[in-house]
């Protein structure tokens, strides 16, 4: 199977505009593989409060991390700006699977590419529930 070639900005609809930290960058002397999934993280989370689709101190309904992955294309460290660019690859009743590109810098094409699957559940029982419609329809928004 054949490595995909990383996207470009193009190929997102929505985007976050976060910063890297000294604390980053690793031993190798660029950013750390773990600080990828705390920025896909970051640009989710921060992307659905700013839609005013999340609330995680009270809200009904949360999503939790089932599956994620990255593939890295190029480096990034400190003090690189980095933007997240976001994307929904599939929506279903109680599901959304996110995909991320991360840009350094003003550079076209993604350092690195990854993915969450968020299953939305209740807050209470953690059990799943139908998608509440203002979070449906935000994430159609960002529908590829």
């Known amino acids: ?33 773990v600080v990828h999934y705390a920025l896909f993280d970051t640009a989710v989370n921060g992307w659905l409060i700013e839609q005013g689709v999340l609330d995680f101190d009270a809200g009904a309904q949360v999503g939790l991390v089932v599956e994620t992955g990255c593939r890295y294309f190029a480096e990034m460290a400190f003090p690189d700006i980095v933007t ?33 699957v968020h299953v939305y559940v209740d807050r209470m029982t953690r059990r799943p529930t139908p998608l509440a419609q203002a979070l449906r ?5 960002i529908s590829a």
């Not at 599939?90 to 690195?112: H, W």
């Not at 329809?137 to 928004?141: H, K, Q």
Request: charged letters at 25%.
């Open 84 to 116: 997240a660019g976001l994307r929904v690859a599939k929506l279903g009743t109680s599901a959304a699977t996110y995909e991320i590109g991360l840009f350094r810098n003003d550079e076209a094409l993604a350092s690195a590419e990854g993915f969450f």
């Open 137 to 141: 329809s935000a994430l159609e928004g």
């Open 1 to 33: 199977m054949a490595r995909p070639d990383p996207s470009p900005r193009s190929a997102y609809k929505a985007f976050r505009i976060m910063t890297t930290r000294w604390m980053d960058n690793d031993a190798y002397g660029h950013m750390n593989n």
